[in-house]
């Protein structure tokens, strides 16, 4: 339990280092562009300037005035060396660039090649690592990554503080279904409407865009005033993340990741067949049923086999004190018995 | 759900998908406008890699389609060819191009075009403001009399360097975005 317990604290390490990326990589994009004029004003200084009517400031500016004197100037590596420290971590979770490796979110590919009917190398390679982890650790984006889902496990917690202060809150269970309903409904309207629409319903990628776009709005000076509409995205998609929390801490635990995430759904889609696996020794199993109760999922741990809904998040492990839990390295699928099946039976009116 | 579906395909075809909405610049290295719509998934890395902050994200005044598409205003800040967002960009929405002469060259945004009626060279007043912007002097613009711009079409690749650097207000010199090009070239010959 101890050792499930650190578990717990790196997941919640890596989650919020993601956040924290998500976050921070628009401002240091920023702060990339302050260097690069900085930069620029240095480089004109030291060449001879010629072109003092110039009325804006650019890179290109001191390219050229290089090129002139030095044939063999190659502007590629001049750029590399000028702004290219910091854009070694850019991006957000919906598409990242880190350290050179394009990571590219599976459902964004998916629509891309959906909406184009193409498929481009580089969206392959970028789907490539995100597809083959999922492939074998299961959801593990939605339980370790995704910076949506850390913010509504936080909201989540308002569902223990609420009732207790007087304010009656909900449990509906809605099907689990509703998620590849959503997901195969999207990607035929996608490939019907020839436009990549997914990503405006899902919270991760507006989240990232979000930030962006407040990053923009913070440091604004490209475009003019009356053109200042940084705001109206910010209130247009962040009103639907908003929502999404509110009905959450009103109706169900966990709503969107349980019932209504595509993404989720495309994970758990991949990941069916992953090689890590929570799985219960039942001959050590005391039916506690607290695993059950804890699970962010609402599935049964008790079960052999958790299923296509199990993000491996691991939080069951904690709270299992016989030890019957464990996460397995398991390559074949696991027959469900019927005598588990019965056991379930009094357990669903604890499940919330 | 099931019956969403059917319901849903009429309204598809009330996506704003025509030029509803005022166009501005892609970013280089984007092909036609339906092509790019198709491709970007508007993960904003383009904007975020942009070390000259002209490119910026669409909100929701460009309607549906456009929203968080890249798009660059040039009369706030124009292109300066740096090709960084080619190289990030993780889908085919932006071809990828290298920022060497040949590369700058293959860039197709826009076509400039000089309102002669109101730039200060064609009334006399020495001005080529726009020319010293020009990342391709001498190809895409050259100078007639009194620093009178002429642009070739067959070069200009429609950065929009001379459109941010236009001294008259309002701007003398525009960059057309190729969407509307075809569009403007249509009109002209169904006029004529």
């Given amino acids: ?352 | 759900m099931g019956a969403v579906i059917p319901v849903f395909f009429p309204l598809l075809e009330l996506l704003p998908k025509g030029s509803r909405f005022k166009k501005f610049l892609r970013p280089p290295g984007a092909r036609s406008e339906e092509e790019f719509l198709r491709d970007c998934i508007g993960c904003g890395q383009c904007a975020n890699v942009c070390p000259n902050k002209c490119i910026t994200l669409y909100g929701l005044e460009g309607g549906l389609e456009n929203l968080a598409t890249p798009k660059i205003n040039a009369r706030a800040k124009g292109c300066i060819l740096c090709m960084a967002c080619t190289q990030v960009c993780p889908t085919r929405a932006l071809d990828k191009l290298e920022p060497t002469p040949e590369g700058r060259q293959a860039v197709a945004m826009g076509t400039a075009f000089v309102s002669e009626d109101i730039c200060y060279s064609f009334a006399g007043r020495t001005c080529g403001v726009c020319y010293h912007a020009c990342p391709l002097p001498g190809k895409a613009m050259t100078l007639g009399l009194f620093e009178q711009p002429h642009v070739h079409a067959e070069h200009c690749v429609g950065c929009g360097l001379c459109e941010q650097a236009c001294v008259h207000m309002p701007q003398a010199i525009r960059v057309v975005p190729k969407d509307n090009l075809s569009k403007t070239e249509a009109e002209k010959a169904a006029v004529s």
């Fill in chain 1, 1 to 352: 339990m101890k050792k499930a317990k650190a578990v717990q604290w790196l997941r919640r390490a890596v989650q919020a280092g993601v956040l924290l990326m998500v976050l921070m990589a628009p401002f240091m994009a920023q702060y990339r562009v302050l260097l690069a004029n900085n930069e620029i004003e240095n480089l004109r200084q030291q060449g001879k300037s010629n072109l003092s009517n110039r009325i804006y400031l650019t890179i290109d500016d001191s390219i050229r005035g290089r090129v002139n004197k030095n044939p063999s100037y190659n502007s590629a590596t001049e750029r590399e060396k000028i702004v290219g420290k910091l854009e070694r971590l850019q991006g957000n979770t919906w598409s990242a660039k880190i350290f050179g490796i394009s990571l590219t979110d599976p459902l964004g590919g998916l629509e891309s090649v959906f909406a184009s009917k193409t498929a481009s190398q580089s969206l392959l390679v970028g789907m490539l690592v995100p597809m083959l982890a999922t492939i074998l650790l299961g959801r593990v984006f939605c339980s370790w990554m995704c910076p949506a889902g850390l913010i509504f496990e936080m909201t989540d917690r308002l569902r223990y503080f609420l009732p207790r202060i007087g304010i009656p809150l909900r449990s509906i269970s809605f099907s689990t279904l509703n998620k590849y309903t959503l997901l195969s409904a999207g990607l035929v309207i996608v490939f019907m409407a020839g436009l990549p629409l997914l990503g405006y319903f899902y919270p991760p990628a507006i989240l990232g865009r979000e930030v962006h776009q407040a990053a923009d709005v913070l440091f604004y000076e490209a475009m003019p005033s009356t053109e200042a509409i940084g705001p109206l995205v910010l209130s247009g998609a962040l009103l639907f993340f908003v929502l999404i929390i509110l009905i959450e801490v009103a109706v169900a635990k966990r709503m969107w990741c349980r019932y209504f995430c595509p993404g989720g759904a495309l994970y758990a889609l991949l990941g069916w067949r992953r090689v890590f696996r929570i799985g219960n020794e039942t001959s050590r199993c005391t039916h506690c049923v607290e695993c059950v109760k804890v699970c962010p999922m609402g599935l049964n741990p008790m079960k052999p086999d958790p299923g296509l809904e199990c993000d491996n998040c691991l939080v069951c492990l904690t709270t299992c004190e016989p030890g019957s839990l464990s996460l397995n390295l398991r390559f074949k699928r696991v027959k469900i018995e019927p005598t588990i099946s019965e056991m379930e039976k009094p357990q669903a009116k604890i499940a919330c």
